[in-house]
């Protein structure tokens, strides 16, 4: 799980909403995964997924 966090911003920082929006679809999979498995608090999972959701609508790539 924190490696597709690690990569989703590793991908907004290149420039690419593509790519962002990708990793973003993986990283809440694997959140949601790890509750369904009792493995992260449920309310520990929707923040954290409402946080990545931010940088991703405030991502503008650089021109």
């Known amino acids: 799980m924190r490696t ?3 990569r989703f911003i590793k ?15 993986q990283a809440t999979s694997l959140i949601d995964r790890s ?3 009792h493995l992260h608090n449920r309310n520990r999972a929707a923040r ?6 931010a940088r991703l609508k405030n991502f503008t790539p650089a021109s």
Do not use: C, E, F, P
């Not at 690419?16 to 929006?21: E, I, K, N, P, W």
């Open 35 to 37: 509750v369904s498995k």
């Open 48 to 53: 954290l997924k409402r946080r990545l959701n």
């Open 4 to 6: 597709a966090i690690k």
């Open 11 to 25: 991908a907004l920082g290149g420039d690419d909403v593509d790519t962002a929006r990708t990793a973003y679809r």
